[in-house]
């Protein structure tokens, strides 16, 4: 990836043999302020992995990604696959979630249909 290089710096390179002191000075006080943003930017980046670490995500994220790859037939859809595992893994325990919903269809129908019989 290219660096972000401030314009006092592309100056100063363009410039090759500037011997103003104020350009070097600029041009020192710029460096040392890249590098403290790139340590800022380092220590964000390892605040962030440390965060996604504790909270589980990596190891799950690796879990469903190797499913996938074991996968003999490979889904059409990716994406879905992920959410269906994570979504199960995640919020319901790993319950079939779409079973209980056909099932719930299936006894309310039946349901109905009882209390048809009944009433009549």
Not at 35 to 49: G, H, P, Y
Not at 55 to 70: M, N, Q
Not at 77 to 86: D, F, K, P, S, T
Request: charge should be neutral; glycine fraction near 8%; aromatic fraction near 4%.
């Amino acid at each position: 990836m290219a660096s972000f290089q401030q314009p006092s710096n592309i100056i100063a390179d363009i410039g090759g043999n500037n011997t103003n002191n104020n350009t070097a000075t600029t041009s020192n006080i710029n460096h040392h302020s890249n590098a403290n943003n790139n340590n800022n930017e380092t220590n964000k980046k390892e605040e962030f992995r440390g965060y996604l670490e504790k909270s589980g995500l990596l190891d799950a994220l690796r879990k469903v990604l190797v499913g996938l790859y074991e996968e003999p037939n490979r889904p059409n859809n990716a994406v879905e696959y992920i959410r269906r595992y994570l979504g199960a893994s995640a919020s319901t325990g790993g319950v079939d979630t779409e079973g209980l919903q056909r099932e719930n269809q299936e006894l309310r129908a039946r349901l109905e249909k009882l209390q048809k019989l009944q009433a009549a």
